[in-house]
């Protein structure tokens, strides 16, 4: 019979605490490669979305909050841009490219955001992957007639009411291409969760805007959003404005668009670069500039995501090291239950040893078996880990939008199964002492 025989047979015979102390190993090893696994991959979706941007323009608090707010579609911006300041900055000659952008209506719980057609073909949400679509089109501009053979609104200000949606919105409203939708006034949160409300939304029933596109999904936030233009969304309130004032108003056009109406609530702006470089030697200058402006806040992507993950790692330390006591605690599991076995194996290591075992071969058959129990939990728990960390990254991106892939690096996981198998090993010494010290002549005397 060879030494892996009989460790089976052993781990066969107390098959419950074998089990059950896998498990728990399973799941230290599991918690702590899922904490890793994520801490990566949240750094790399969080600079998801920010794409080929530099700057971004607001009057949030702060820069921080204006990337959350901005980008990621925290919260609206309360404090808007005027148009004139808008003009004022897009026209800075080391600039590329400045576009507009407005939060503050919202469907279904989902946010709206109003921009301009370049928002599609100047900005893209990864570095330089485009956007794409899973059907139909982008919204037009003012001069842009509607395709060939495109059934829809003929009137001139109908491009001012189309919406494109993201992946997830278009997943989580279940609306279609040609599907006619009414806008809602603010982020109505509470609705998506399913919570009652407390006061009835506001909606723009007067006008109804129509979907004309659907698109791939980008890892990024912007999968939650819906996009329309900029014109529709000024119409939408400078309606609203004029109806406070006369209930008679019925209809509201561009025509009657005033300066007041045209704010917007940020600007994602690019500052002139190479071709094929991402960043630009302008940049510096270009930041200086704007912060002398102290009507507006302005903000680095890359940067505030920097810092954001300073932050975070903190917690993450923290989180890690509680991981690591869970290991540390299955491997105490794991030698308590190989020592309260060891009343009951005496018997069993007398026998081995008058078959001809030494006390050396004794004790490396325990210290063995405890590591077997350590390698049974630590790939079990490999394989739970991934099965988590993808649990974890749907649960994100069904809540926040945030696409998340857990990045299970060889080495990381590597490093834990040996870690968790040498503090098995650890864990059987004692219990492998008293075996190595079981008087043979006490423990053959018959049982009763």
Request: aromatic share 6%.
């Amino acid at each position: 019979m060879t030494d892996f025989t009989i460790i089976l047979r052993s781990l066969r015979a107390r098959l419950f605490s074998t089990v059950v102390t896998a498990i728990t190993v399973a799941v230290a090893v599991g918690l702590m490669l899922v904490l890793l696994s994520m801490s990566d991959a949240g750094r790399q979706a969080f600079n998801q979305g920010t794409g080929n941007m530099h700057l971004l323009v607001s009057r949030d608090a702060s820069p921080m909050v204006a990337i959350l707010n901005g980008v990621f579609y925290a919260n609206p911006p309360q404090r808007p841009i005027m148009w004139e300041k808008y003009q004022e900055i897009a026209a800075n000659p080391l600039l590329e490219w400045a576009i507009p952008t407005q939060q503050g209506d919202s469907y279904e719980g989902f946010p709206v955001l109003a921009t301009l057609p370049e928002f599609f073909t100047k900005f893209t949400p990864n570095e330089n992957e485009p956007w794409k679509l899973r059907e139909g089109r982008f919204i037009r501009g003012a001069k842009d007639p509607l395709p060939a053979g495109e059934k829809g609104p003929d009137r001139p200000d109908a491009y001012a009411y189309e919406v494109v949606l993201g992946s997830a919105a278009a997943k989580g409203t279940g609306l279609k291409v040609g599907d006619e939708i009414f806008l809602t006034h603010g982020i109505n949160a509470s609705r998506q969760l399913g919570a009652p409300q407390e006061e009835a939304p506001h909606v723009h029933k007067d006008f109804s805007y129509r979907v004309v596109g659907i698109l791939m999904p980008t890892g990024s936030a912007h999968d939650r959003a819906l996009f329309t233009h900029l014109d529709g969304a000024w119409v939408l309130h400078a309606h609203d404005r004029r109806k406070d004032a006369d209930e008679s108003v019925t209809k509201t056009t561009l025509a009657d668009i005033e300066p007041g109406d045209r704010k917007i609530t940020g600007i994602y702006l690019r500052v002139l670069t190479r071709a094929g470089a991402q960043g630009s030697a302008s940049l510096p200058v270009v930041y200086d500039q704007l912060r002398r402006d102290s009507s507006i806040t302005v903000a680095q992507p890359k940067q505030q995501i920097d810092t954001l993950f300073r932050i975070v790692g903190n917690i993450d330390s923290i989180f890690v090291a509680l991981a690591a006591a869970v290991m540390l605690s299955s491997g105490i599991g794991i030698m308590l239950a190989m020592y309260n076995s060891m009343n009951e194996r005496r018997r069993q290591v007398a026998v081995l040893r008058v078959l001809g075992c030494s006390r050396g071969r004794v004790f490396g058959l325990i210290l063995t078996e405890s590591a077997m129990i350590g390698v049974i939990g630590a790939v079990a728990g490999a394989g739970l880990a991934v099965v988590g960390g993808f649990l974890v990254a749907g649960v994100l991106k069904e809540q926040i939008g945030l696409s998340v892939t857990p990045v299970f690096s060889a080495p990381a996981i590597m490093t834990v199964v040996l870690a968790t198998v040498a503090l098995a090993a650890v864990a059987g010494v004692i219990p492998a002492i008293l075996a190595y010290r079981t008087p043979v002549a006490n423990n053959l005397r018959p049982i009763g």
